[in-house]
């Protein structure tokens, strides 16, 4: 598989756009960002001011995040279009950090959040009520619970991959290197992340198709220390373990680290997703077998690009935008 991060950007657009944008329409009753909403920026005394577009962003620790802010930034600093206010959280877990910043944001007038909730669920509140300000909301990365969307008839767009898919690849292409019935382990992210739930099941998916045996699948938080400490009593309880697939590259990192503490590189695997720039050299070094790139530089790009047509557009009618999820392994890095 090409590694498109080499591109320049104009190329990712066009393999983007090219290959596998897809547009799907909020279902059910959208209260679509029409009218009232889409050309008067909340807050804002001067019309013809550039518009405010903050990004709120989940934990800055994790290299997946500086990766989309400098990808935001210097977007920003390209377009000059728009002001941009970015944001993130400390600890994976702090979602009420992650709510707080949301009001924060929308304190300061800003037209537009572009957010990568921490919590699928818990941050759908705050959000209702900044849309009830006409403040324009994007959803990037990790997917509001869509139930609970439709039962508030909220409509806010998605732009994000497909992580099921993106996790089986991954998982498919491990497993192939073990014989069927080998034992396997799945280290989840946070649970109420939808993104985290859906690569567990590609895990699953994957997991099925080759004939494996899960033996074991637990939450390291997405936090490589806790995975390090998890994957360290798995190897205990499961001795025969052949293979850990790890929902992120932070968890795969602590998975290879345990793994070599307990002397066992040679005979354990490891999959991640998100090519941070560690996982890939791990990937170069036959260290990590594989991983996903979901192109966090871009993610926040499109999510801003996509709230500021929805500001300049009175009838743009929120719809989500699928974004592309690729297998990198040592040989797609050549
Ligand atoms: C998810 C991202 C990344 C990341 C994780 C940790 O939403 O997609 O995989 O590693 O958050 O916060």
Known sequence: MVNLRHYSFGLILLAFFGTSF??????????????????SPAGSPDATAKPRIALVMKSLANEFFQTMESGAKRHQEESKSYELLSNGIKDEKDVTRQIDLVEQMAAQGVDAIVIAPADSKALIPVLEKVRKQNIIVVNIDNRLDEAILKEKGLCIPFVGPNNRTGAE???????????????????????NAYNGEQRKLGFEDAIKNRGMNLVASQTANWEMSEANTLVGSMLVAHPNLKCVLAANDNMA?????AIAA???????????????????????????AATADQYGDKLAVF???????????KNAAPADLETTVSLVTADSLK
């Open 253 to 257: 990192l602590g998975a290879v680290s």
């Open 169 to 191: 690849a991954v998982g498919n292409y491990v497993l192939d290197k073990l014989s069927s019935g080998s034992e396997v382990v799945i280290v989840e992210g946070v649970p």
């Open 22 to 39: 897809l547009f799907v329409g909020c279902d059910g009753s959208s209260p679509s960002v029409s009218g009232d909403t889409a050309a």
């Open 262 to 288: 307990a002397g066992k590189s040679a005979d354990v695997i490891v999959g991640g997703f998100d090519n941070i720039s560690a996982a890939q050299n791990l990937v170069k070094e036959g260290k990590l």
């Open 303 to 313: 999510g801003i690009e996509y709230a500021q047509k929805l500001l300049a557009d």
